[in-house]
């Protein structure tokens, strides 16, 4: 089994104030990351000061979308019913090409075919309302 | 590590038996329980209670949680505090109770913190960075979190799934000398906890903790004012404590491989003059198999990675060369939400104590007491003493 997004129907994000560009970065299949002009490391998930250095100065900047799984799980008994039609799905947090770490689903990957190290890019799939960055396999392995 | 050692002693400790499910009951109701009964134990006068730390959950308010306790108990707190570090709260309020008292803040402090549980849980709504980061993409509660943990120290140290479910064995076996354990009457070994359902690749069933209705209260005071009053047992000095705060959602964690408590429980050693191999008692908190893999490590009982070999040449048990969990950890015993922490403090007491009944250590001491909450993100370690 692997995702198919558009048959999810699970709860959405709520955005925030602070996050609106973020989602409404996914819509224009763009992975827009918040980038301290002080300390010049890179933030997610979105914030009002840096988490490094407390600067307030957060700039916007486009990601590569690119990175690698630094650690994953198969669920097969999801917290939420709505993702049973998924299940056993690929839940992985990313290491982000420019440093942040951020939890996805993996697409387009069978469960067997997962591991840590795996490269990976960013894939923009509609779920109900909201475009969301899920992961794929670089090059593509499904 | 050096400085000042902290003072204080629990007089009193009272425990409600764990039940799947309740019906009827309320969390204050259960907090007032879990409270009379360590008043009870301690053989104080409720009056001399002029401190309280509750949790930040009471059910039915989500604010103003002291002065609802406060209100229900019918007492009036000089001190008065939620802690909420999750499964670490219980371990984070003995120090702080021992901090007010040294404060000049108060004298008898109860630490209390309990759950009813319905039949049907309800679903909090969608806020948070958790919910809109992590939910939004099947990582729903703890279960996939813990999973990233272990898939990443199977990978960095080839450990194995059956050295992780050895740990959830050896609790099972522990649970059988504790009638009041969740898992009396059904011990397990490390076959069956492997043969029971895959949840979150690669966790299994058995090796998550069983969710259970209860309730645990611990009644601290400084420790002259302890030797002068009239109690029904002798007090448990706190030794030494650490704490740590790391991160919240497991996207954000600095390591999978080690945590917060590392540094936490060096601190509450080193706070107690003792070395690890000192430790009598074991008490470490395991709402996973890997939870505790990495505890181990942490507390340098063995080099990282190497928890399965460490695990395989000992007798656990309180009759075995190093006691775990005596009271069959949260993985025998049950979790009863935040209240779970607190059991590894109750049997740590209960064993210095010398009234572990039909699981009593022959010779206590010392005992290393550890919280971990949400994903090895909130840490305390306690060490706690039958001597001052
Ligand atoms: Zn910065």
Same mark, same amino acid.
């Given at each position: 089994? +692997?995702?198919?997004?558009?048959?999810?129907?699970?709860?959405?994000?709520?955005?925030?104030?602070?996050?609106?560009?973020?989602?409404?970065?996914?819509?224009?299949?763009?992975?827009?990351?918040?980038?301290?002009?002080?300390?010049?490391?890179?933030?997610?998930?979105?914030?009002?000061?840096?988490?490094?250095?407390?600067?307030?100065?957060?700039?916007?900047?486009?990601?590569?979308?690119?990175?690698?799984?630094?650690?994953?799980?198969?669920?097969?008994?999801?917290?939420?019913?709505?993702?049973?039609?998924?299940?056993?799905?690929? *839940?992985?947090?990313?290491?982000?090409?420019?440093?942040?770490?951020?939890?996805?689903?993996?697409?387009?990957?069978?469960?067997?075919?997962?591991?840590?190290?795996?490269?990976?890019?960013?894939?923009?799939?509609?779920?109900?309302?909201?475009?969301?960055?899920?992961?794929?396999?670089?090059?593509?392995?499904? | 590590?050096?400085?000042?050692?902290?003072?204080?002693?629990?007089?009193?400790?009272?425990?409600? +038996?764990?039940?799947?499910?309740?019906?009827?009951?309320?969390?204050?109701?259960?907090?007032?329980?879990?409270?009379?009964?360590?008043?009870?134990?301690?053989?104080?006068?409720?009056?001399?209670?002029?401190?309280?730390?509750?949790?930040?959950? *009471?059910?039915? +308010?989500?604010?103003?949680?002291?002065?609802?306790?406060?209100?229900?108990?019918?007492?009036?707190?000089?001190?008065?505090?939620?802690?909420?570090?999750?499964?670490?709260?219980?371990?984070?309020?003995?120090?702080?109770?021992?901090?007010?008292?040294?404060?000049?803040?108060?004298?008898?402090?109860?630490?209390?913190?309990?759950?009813?549980?319905?039949?049907?849980?309800?679903?909090?709504?969608?806020?948070?960075?958790?919910?809109?980061?992590?939910?939004?993409?099947?990582?729903?509660?703890?279960? +996939?979190?813990?999973?990233?943990?272990?898939?990443?120290?199977?990978?960095?140290?080839?450990?194995?799934?059956?050295?992780?479910?050895?740990?959830?064995?050896?609790?099972?076996?522990?649970?059988?000398?504790?009638?009041?354990?969740?898992?009396?009457?059904?011990?397990?070994?490390?076959?069956?906890?492997?043969?029971?359902?895959?949840?979150?690749?690669?966790?299994?069933?058995?090796?998550?903790?069983?969710?259970?209705?209860?309730?645990?209260?611990?009644?601290?005071?400084?420790?002259?004012?302890?030797?002068?009053?009239? !109690?029904?047992?002798?007090?448990?000095? !706190?030794?030494?404590?650490?704490?740590?705060?790391?991160?919240?959602?497991?996207?954000?964690?600095?390591?999978?491989?080690?945590?917060?408590?590392?540094?936490?429980?060096?601190?509450?050693?080193?706070?107690?003059?003792?070395?690890?191999?000192?430790?009598?008692?074991?008490?470490?908190?395991?709402?996973?198999? *890997?939870?505790?893999?990495?505890?181990?490590?942490?507390?340098?009982?063995?080099?990282?990675?190497?928890?399965?070999?460490?695990?395989?040449?000992?007798?656990?048990?309180?009759?075995?060369?190093?006691?775990?969990?005596?009271?069959?950890?949260?993985?025998?015993?049950?979790?009863?939400?935040?209240?779970?922490?607190?059991?590894? *403090?109750?049997?740590?007491?209960?064993?210095?104590?010398?009234?572990?009944?039909?699981?009593?250590?022959?010779?206590?001491?010392?005992?290393?007491?550890?919280?971990?909450?949400?994903?090895?993100?909130?840490?305390?370690?306690?060490?706690?003493?039958?001597?001052?």
């Amino acid at each position: 089994m +692997t995702i198919h997004p558009s048959e999810l129907i699970v709860p959405g994000p709520t955005p925030t104030g602070e996050s609106e560009k973020f989602w409404a970065g996914c819509r224009d299949g763009e992975l827009l990351l918040q980038f301290c002009e002080r300390c010049e490391h890179w933030v997610f998930y979105p914030r009002t000061v840096c988490p490094h250095c407390w600067s307030d100065r957060l700039d916007w900047r486009r990601a590569a979308g690119t990175g690698s799984v630094r650690s994953f799980t198969v669920v097969h008994k999801p917290g939420h019913p709505g993702w049973a039609v998924a299940a056993p799905y690929v *839940v992985a947090v990313i290491d982000l090409a420019e440093g942040p770490t951020m939890l996805t689903a993996l697409v387009g990957v069978e469960p067997a075919g997962v591991r840590v190290g795996l490269p990976v890019a960013v894939r923009f799939e509609t779920v109900g309302e909201f475009v969301l960055p899920f992961f794929a396999p670089v090059p593509p392995t499904a | 590590m050096s400085g000042t050692r902290p003072t204080g002693a629990i007089v009193g400790v009272g425990e409600l +038996t764990p039940t799947r499910t309740t019906s009827g009951k309320t969390t204050l109701g259960m907090l007032a329980e879990a409270s009379r009964l360590a008043l009870e134990d301690s053989g104080l006068d409720r009056d001399r209670i002029d401190g309280l730390l509750v949790g930040p959950q *009471v059910g039915e +308010t989500p604010q103003h949680v002291p002065a609802t306790v406060a209100e229900y108990l019918g007492i009036t707190p000089r001190m008065s505090n939620v802690v909420d570090l999750g499964g670490a709260s219980g371990p984070g309020m003995i120090w702080r109770a021992a901090a007010a008292i040294n404060a000049g803040m108060a004298t008898a402090v109860l630490c209390v913190l309990g759950n009813h549980r319905e039949p049907v849980p309800s679903r909090s709504p969608n806020r948070n960075p958790i919910r809109e980061f992590d939910v939004p993409f099947g990582a729903s509660g703890a279960n +996939t979190a813990y999973a990233l943990l272990k898939t990443r120290h199977m990978h960095d140290f080839g450990t194995t799934d059956e050295q992780f479910a050895s740990l959830a064995a050896v609790s099972r076996a522990n649970a059988q000398s504790n009638p009041d354990a969740i898992f009396y009457g059904k011990p397990i070994d490390t076959a069956g906890i492997l043969a029971s359902p895959m949840i979150a690749e690669p966790l299994h069933l058995l090796e998550i903790v069983m969710p259970v209705a209860g309730g645990d209260a611990v009644i601290v005071m400084g420790a002259e004012a302890a030797e002068a009053a009239t !109690l029904r047992h002798a007090p448990v000095y !706190l030794r030494g404590a650490g704490e740590m705060v790391t991160h919240r959602a497991m996207s954000q964690a600095p390591s999978y491989t080690t945590g917060p408590l590392k540094p936490s429980m060096a601190q509450a050693l080193a706070q107690a003059g003792i070395g690890i191999d000192r430790i009598d008692l074991l008490s470490l908190y395991d709402c996973y198999t *890997v939870m505790l893999a990495i505890t181990i490590e942490d507390a340098g009982l063995c080099a990282p990675g190497q928890f399965g070999a460490w695990a395989a040449g000992r007798d656990l048990s309180h009759t075995g060369d190093v006691a775990l969990n005596t009271h069959g950890g949260q993985l025998g015993f049950g979790q009863a939400d935040l209240a779970g922490g607190m059991s590894h *403090v109750v049997e740590a007491v209960r064993q210095l104590r010398g009234t572990a009944d039909g699981r009593q250590m022959a010779d206590a001491a010392l005992a290393l007491v550890t919280g971990n909450g949400a994903t090895m993100s909130e840490a305390v370690a306690l060490v706690l003493g039958r001597d001052r």
